[in-house]
């Protein structure tokens, strides 16, 4: 079965510090992975997408690892920031189609000062 | 540019009764995508519309319909509502299979 799981569900970090969110996946066929933004209430934001040659993309302080063979992905987040605090959402593309996403449920980040 | 549109924000209906929700897409976008999400629940797929026809659904029952106009822009319905049907329902429009663009969503409770 077609699944993304992301871990850990919550996260609480002081802003300035370093972080680091996981992906695992099962999908097959494998197209792409994207990370996405969603602030509470709104709509997701793209912040990476690697296909399956691509094992690292960086987007500011956003920096995406993929490992196709382990089928996992990372998103790190560095020099935290007040806005950071977000939902972070990991899918997976089946063929490329944006009707086959595969959706994870989201790391809910929370930064405080 | 502005982005993808959607109407209401807010919504509240009562059990039983019909929500529709309406998406504009990005200027040139001719495909919109329906997600619902409910609360602490990843995106699941509702909906794909492209050039005025259904293109693909999700498992989702037929109370959930929908349709794109001319101008591609597009209208979800839901009939008789459920209590479960409470979430956040987001609009995507896309020009092409590989990037989309999402709106700020429509909240929809059912009391």
């Known amino acids: 079965k077609n699944q993304v799981e992301q871990s850990p569900q919550s996260l609480i970090i002081l802003e300035g510090k370093n972080c680091t969110l996981q992906?695992?996946?099962?999908?097959?066929?494998?197209?792409?992975l994207r990370w996405y933004k969603q602030d509470t209430g709104r709509g997701p934001v793209s912040l990476t997408i690697m296909t399956f040659s691509e094992n690292t993309k960086s987007n500011g302080r956003y920096t995406a690892t993929l490992d196709a063979d382990t089928k996992q992905s990372s998103l790190h987040i560095t020099a935290s920031q007040l806005s950071d605090s977000a939902s972070y959402i990991c899918v997976v593309s089946v063929d490329g189609g944006y009707n086959k996403l595969i959706f994870g449920a989201g790391t809910r980040l929370a930064v405080h000062p | 540019e502005a982005g993808v549109t959607q109407s209401p924000t807010h919504l509240i209906k009562t059990r039983g009764q019909q929500a529709t929700l309406r998406c504009s897409p990005i200027?040139?976008?001719?495909?919109v995508y329906w997600y619902q999400q409910a609360l602490g629940l990843g995106l699941q797929f509702l909906l794909w519309?492209?050039?005025?026809?259904?293109?693909n659904r999700g498992n989702f029952p037929p109370r959930f319909s929908g349709r794109q106009f001319p101008n591609y822009s597009s209208e979800l319905n839901v009939n008789a509502l459920e209590l479960e049907d409470s979430a956040l329902y987001l609009c995507?429009?896309?020009?092409?299979?590989?990037?989309?663009?999402f709106g700020q969503g429509t909240r929809l409770t059912v009391v």
């Open positions: 200027s040139g976008h001719t495909s």
């Open positions: 992906c695992n996946y099962t999908v097959s066929p494998f197209s792409n």
């Open positions: 995507a429009s896309s020009f092409s299979l590989f990037e989309a663009f």
């Open positions: 519309y492209d050039e005025g026809e259904e293109r």
